[in-house]
C-alpha cells in the first residue's frame, strides 16, 4: 500500500446549513484512503470541543490522527462557507488557529521520509510557525506535492514562488493558473501552452489544471492530456479539487498511464461535486459507475 502524508489545515467548514469537516490536506487524506492508500495528516487541534470531535471523526473514517498534535492555547480552525447561486464557495478563514503553529519533530521528519508523496498547500504558509516546520519536512519528502489551494488575503508572492520551486508535481486550478502566469510573467495562446510554459517555467515535471465543469488538463513530462470531465448536477464544488488530486495522486504513484489517472480523477471530482461537503459519503465503486 502506497503512503501519503498531507500537511496542513485542518478545521470545520461553517455552512449555512451546518457544519462539515474540511482543510484542503485533510479533505485530500480522506479521500486518498478512500483510493486505498495509507494517508496521514500532519496538523493542530485545539484542546477544545471542536477539536474532539474534529479528532472523533477523523478516526470513525479510518485515518491514523497520531501525528495531529494539540496546541494549548489556540482554537481548532474554522472557516465560514458562503456559497454562490452556482454552488461555488467563498472562504472566511479564522486566524489564528491551532494549524497555524504545527511544531516540527524528528519523528515528523523520519514519518515524511518513509512516506512515498508528501502533500502540501499554500495556507499552511501564511503563519511562521507551520511555514517553518514545513520547509524543514520538504527536502525529507520523496515526491513533493503542492496543491496550490489560493486563498485570499494569503497570497504573498514570494512565498507562492518558494513553494513552487520546491514541487514535483503541482495542482491548481484554472484562475490560479492565470495567476501563476502573471506571477511568473508567462503565458501562451492555447491551454496547452500556457500550463507547458508553466512547467518549463518552473521545472515542475508534473502540472495538474482543474477546469471545473470542462475537466482537467495534465502536462506531464513533456505530454499534454485533457478530459472534457463528466456532467453532473453540482451539489457545491468544495472538496472536488482535493478528491480529484486524491484519485490523481493514487494512480499517478501506480505508475498507471496518465491519460486514465486523469479520467478516473475528473470522475471522482464530479462525484463530490454532486454531493454535499468536501467529503461526501461515496466509494469507488460509485466513481466507476460514474464513468460507465
Given amino acids: 500500500m502506497k503512503k501519503v502524508v498531507c500537511f496542513g489545515e485542518v478545521l470545520w467548514d461553517n455552512f449555512k446549513d451546518g457544519r462539515k469537516p474540511g482543510g484542503a490536506p485533510m479533505n485530500a487524506a480522506l ?34 490522527t497520531s501525528y495531529i498534535q494539540e496546541h494549548p492555547s489556540l482554537p481548532t480552525g474554522v472557516v465560514e462557507v458562503d456559497l454562490d447561486e452556482q454552488q461555488h464557495p467563498t472562504y472566511t478563514i479564522v486566524k489564528p488557529v491551532a494549524w497555524d503553529e504545527i511544531n516540527y519533530t524528528s519523528e515528523l521528519e523520519e514519518f515524511v521520509k518513509s512516506a512515498d508523496a508528501f502533500l502540501f498547500g499554500s495556507l499552511a504558509v501564511r503563519e511562521e510557525q507551520s511555514r517553518t516546520t514545513l520547509f524543514q519536512l520538504i527536502p525529507a519528502a520523496r515526491l513533493k506535492v503542492l496543491d496550490l489551494n489560493l486563498r485570499p488575503p494569503y497570497l504573498e508572492q514570494e512565498l507562492i514562488k518558494e513553494l513552487i520551486s520546491k514541487c514535483d508535481l503541482l495542482k491548481l486550478n484554472e484562475d490560479e493558473l492565470g495567476y501563476i502566469g502573471t506571477l511568473l510573467s508567462i503565458g501562451g495562446d ?58 490523481f495522486l493514487s494512480g499517478y504513484l501506480e505508475r498507471r498511464p496518465i491519460d486514465a489517472v486523469l479520467e478516473r480523477a475528473c470522475a471522482a471530482g464530479a462525484l463530490v461535486a454532486s454531493r454535499k461537503g468536501a467529503n461526501p459519503d461515496y466509494s469507488m465503486e460509485d466513481v466507476t459507475e460514474l464513468m460507465l
Avoid at 485545539?46 to 479528532?55: C, K, S, V
Avoid at 496547452?192 to 495538474?208: M, N, P
Wanted: charged share 20%.
Fill in 31 to 64: 479521500h486518498l484512503f478512500r483510493n486505498a492508500v495509507d494517508a496521514v495528516v500532519i496538523s493542530s487541534l485545539g484542546e477544545d470541543q471542536n477539536g474532539e470531535d474534529l479528532r472523533s471523526y477523523l478516526e470513525t473514517q479510518g485515518l491514523n
Fill in 190 to 247: 492555447s491551454l496547452e501552452a500556457y500550463i507547458s510554459e508553466v512547467a518549463k517555467a518552473t521545472g515542475i515535471k508534473t502540472v495538474c489544471v482543474t477546469l471545473g465543469g470542462d475537466g482537467a488538463a495534465v502536462y506531464h513530462e513533456g505530454n499534454f492530456y485533457q478530459h472534457a470531465g463528466f456532467k453532473v448536477e453540482v451539489a457545491d464544488t468544495v472538496g472536488a479539487g482535493d478528491a480529484f488530486l486524491a484519485t
